[in-house]
């Protein structure tokens, strides 16, 4: 394929230009030795070779062994958990803790305003049907449990008290 | 040739294997009983889909019996049924918000509450509820200082016992320490640490992200008010993104074991159940724990009360899991460490967070050990 290609002399030619051209460009900017391209690959490069490779192992083995559905399953475990380390490594750095920080602060900074308003919308729009807001069965909803509590508190002295009692009839 | 060779297989499941058929050497008994092995467990897994598709039922969890001793708001306090041959019962405290307590009940044959029941213990479970936005007072303090007091006491009332031992799991963990630490004179006998974080330093991944450098704790609960039950799911969910491909993956899998279909149904079940957090009790978890450790650094107080992990001073067992990434082994065995307990062991476990104390695994590695553990104390 590549012989036939090269003795192809508009492939060839066109080849040329294009390596002139952004020689030229690079030149331009000013980047005309570049020591390490950019590689937008090399990140994804490690898993899809590890989970190629040993498919092409066992493609080359011929004949289709009857563990090859054990295989596969083995292949995709070891491919997930390749990803799930590559991500693991990604997500624990602070790169990715400030970038995800930031997201949340703004998107809580764009929430703030908009739920408030939404929920004095809601309550207005309750109150004109006078149907109870949110708000104030949430309100009654905590003083029923601070009641619990006071009722509690009153049993537990009862219980003190009869406790005593019961010691002094006893002596 | 890849397309030849596919061809051979199309033929040999068509035509069978071998006699005559003119491809080649007839192939061993063996492989061809392999094939339809094979073969067979995919119908099955067909069929199971298609059940599962067309016929989903709601799995029955947590049947071991038992009665409600307490409740307190949305938590409760259940005793479970079992021979009490053991005499000091065990208050089990579990996390608060993230998922529902039936994990450690999940069915029959499967559950934790079940083997400590059979072995003779007096089980009690701390069930902290399920929470809404009329719950987002609810603090971390109020937990140390009203709710786990009153429950121990309810523990000793109902079993009739001088003192009982704490299992905390996970959060429970914690929750226990900081309240056993502020209160020495409630009498534990024995404190079990399951998979709970003590040194916050050593958190992992959770520990970076909710940093103070990139989490503001208070404008999230100022502006949220709570941590909705969706907000808790994605970031569990992002802690491991592909662990529901691989969940999938192993169901394909194990599609065709009756068995396994069950046991994940019900695990399936309580992984998607999740439960919010109650605002404040979210803003002293992550500020005083993840952000500030002050437990460990023993500058934690509830109630006026401090709490120092050194005032502990019971037989202590703690138990880490190795693949733990929610409570990493090393900040969970921190809690050896901090305690003046002269009895006190640590046993590190295969398994994650949840396998630790649930599935199978759990049934030969970690339960018998607990167990084990305890009853030579109890």
Not at chain 1, 88 to 100: F, I, K, L, S
Not at chain 2, 87 to 112: A, E, K
């Amino acid at each position: 394929m590549a012989d036939a290609a090269t003795s192809n002399p508009l492939f060839e030619m066109w080849r040329k230009q294009f390596e002139e051209s952004a020689a030229a460009w690079a030149r331009m900017v000013g980047h005309a030795q570049t020591p390490s391209p950019l590689d937008p690959a090399a990140f994804w490069r490690s898993a899809l070779t590890q989970w190629l490779e040993p498919w092409a192992r066992i493609l080359a083995q011929g004949a289709i062994p009857p563990d090859a559905p054990a295989q596969w399953k083995q292949l995709n475990d070891q491919w997930i958990e390749a990803w799930s380390k590559a991500l693991g490594q990604a997500m624990n750095t602070d790169a990715y803790a400030a970038m995800m920080g930031k997201y949340l602060d703004q998107w809580l900074v764009a929430a703030a305003p908009v739920k408030k308003a939404a929920e004095q919308q809601v309550d207005q729009a309750l109150a004109t049907f006078n149907i109870a807001s949110r708000t104030q069965l949430t309100s009654v909803a905590k003083q029923i449990v601070e009641l619990e509590e006071r009722l509690e508190r009153i049993e537990e002295t009862l219980a003190a008290i009869a406790r005593r009692l019961d010691d002094k009839e006893r002596r | 040739m890849g397309l030849e060779r596919f061809a051979d297989v199309v033929e040999r499941f068509t035509h069978g294997y071998g006699s005559g058929n003119g491809h080649g050497p007839e192939p061993a008994p063996e492989v061809v009983r392999q094939w339809q092995e094979e073969l067979e467990r995919t119908l099955k897994r067909m069929q199971n889909l298609h059940r599962m598709v067309t016929d989903p039922t709601e799995p029955k969890v947590g049947q071991t019996p038992r009665v409600e001793i307490y409740k307190r708001n949305k938590s409760r306090l259940f005793r479970y049924q079992s021979r009490r041959t053991h005499r000091t019962p065990l208050l089990f405290v579990p996390n608060l918000g993230i998922s529902r307590p039936y994990i450690f009940d999940l069915m029959p044959g499967g559950s934790f509450v079940e083997h400590m029941t059979r072995e003779g213990f007096d089980f009690y479970l701390l069930d902290w509820g399920v929470f809404g936005p009329e719950d987002n007072d609810l603090s971390f303090e109020d937990c140390v200082t009203k709710i786990l007091p009153r429950m121990t006491q309810k523990v000793l009332e109902s079993s009739g016992a001088d003192s009982l031992s704490v299992l905390g799991y996970c959060m429970g963990a914690p929750l226990s320490a900081s309240f056993l630490a502020s209160h020495p004179e409630v009498p534990v006998k024995n404190f079990i640490n399951m998979a709970g974080p003590i040194d916050f330093s050593k958190i992992g991944l959770f520990g970076l992200w909710l940093d103070p450098k990139y989490f503001n704790v208070d404008r999230f609960v100022d502006t949220l008010g709570g941590v909705p039950a969706d907000l808790v799911k994605a970031g569990f969910k992002l802690l491991k993104p592909t662990m529901d491909l691989s969940t999938n993956l192993n169901l394909w899998w194990n599609l065709w074991n009756d068995r396994y279909v069950e046991g994940f149904t019900a695990l399936n079940k309580w992984a998607n159940e999740y439960v919010a957090f109650p605002g404040e009790f979210f803003r002293q978890w992550v500020g005083d724990f993840y952000q500030q450790n002050k437990l460990f650094r023993g500058e934690a107080v509830f109630g006026g009360r401090p709490a120092r992990l050194a005032s502990i001073s019971c037989p202590v067992f703690v138990v880490g899991a190795h693949e733990d990434y929610i409570a990493p082994p090393e900040c969970v065995r921190a809690l050896l460490d901090a305690v003046s307990s002269r009895d006190k062991e640590y046993v590190e476990l295969p398994g994650g967070h949840i396998s630790l104390i649930a599935g199978r695994g759990a049934s030969l590695h970690c339960w018998p050990k607990v167990s084990g553990w305890l009853a030579s104390r109890s």
